[in-house]
């Protein structure tokens, strides 16, 4: 990035402080400017949060912006600052900026250029309070992004994060819904030897039957004997019948 273009872009990047403040002061204006990928200063304030000290700077940044102020103005790939707050998982200042930008009223249900809302970043970052605030705000589990049609869960599932999963069966997220591959999020789960998460979800509700469009079973995505026993154990003790895969996985 260039400084002389964008000095205070800059300044917010390497946590400047004092050249932030002084460019606020003699050139106000400043705060409204985007940057070549349409990013705002605020925007920047939000991505290094935790480490500049960026809510005052994100206070100072919105106050300078006066009546041009937009919580859910988005960059060019159409992430606002919820988006980045979210994206910074457990990271110091992730919450922080999450619960800022709803106090004043972001919104938790807009999506980026991929569709993506901000709970599905919080649940591939696994930040389990972010995604309680998005959720309380209104956020809802039952949405798929654009390009993977994937929902919150496909992800939680993949990451391994079984209090992500729990809270997201808890707000009603569709535990069969299929991604853009056919899979579902037991697929993912099994296939990432997720046995845990596996387990959850089949308690849940999830179809072990259910094929991809190769006729793939999440069974059959076990990467090892160890993950399908421990899967097959636990779905006998609780109940729950399952198909044989139809190629047992190596030891």
């Keep these: 990035m260039d400084p002389d273009k964008y000095p205070l872009h800059k300044a917010i990047q390497l946590g400047k402080i004092a050249e932030v403040d002084s460019l606020l002061l003699a050139h106000p204006e400043l705060a409204n400017k985007p940057d070549d990928d349409e990013r705002l200063p605020i925007h920047w304030a939000a991505t290094t949060a935790g480490t500049t000290g960026s809510l005052d700077l994100l206070n100072k940044l919105s106050q300078a ?99 992500m999963v729990n809270l997201l069966l808890e707000h009603k997220s569709p535990v069969n819904a299929t991604d853009v591959d056919g899979w579902t999020s037991l697929h993912h789960a099994v296939a990432e030897g997720n046995a845990d998460i596996a387990v959850a979800l089949l308690k849940a509700g999830a179809d072990a039957t259910k094929e991809d469009p190769e006729k793939t079973t999440p069974l059959d995505l076990a990467p090892d004997r160890k993950v399908l026993k421990y899967i097959q154990d636990a779905a006998k003790a609780e109940g729950i019948e399952l198909p044989e895969p139809k190629k047992l996985p190596k030891w």
Excluded: C, Y
């Excluded at 705000?137 to 039952?142: D, I, T």
């Design 65 to 163: 912006q006066g009546k041009k102020f937009d919580i859910d103005a988005v960059d060019s790939l159409g992430w606002s600052i919820l988006h980045i707050g979210a994206s910074l998982g457990e990271k110091p200042g992730g919450e922080e900026v999450v619960t800022w930008a709803i106090a004043r009223g972001g919104d938790v249900s807009l999506k980026n250029n991929n569709g993506q809302t901000p709970l599905h970043l919080a649940a591939s970052k696994s930040a389990l309070e972010t995604a309680r605030l998005l959720l309380a705000a209104g956020a809802k589990a039952a949405v798929k992004d654009k390009t993977q049609q994937a929902l919150p869960l496909h992800r939680a599932s993949a990451v391994g994060s079984m209090p």
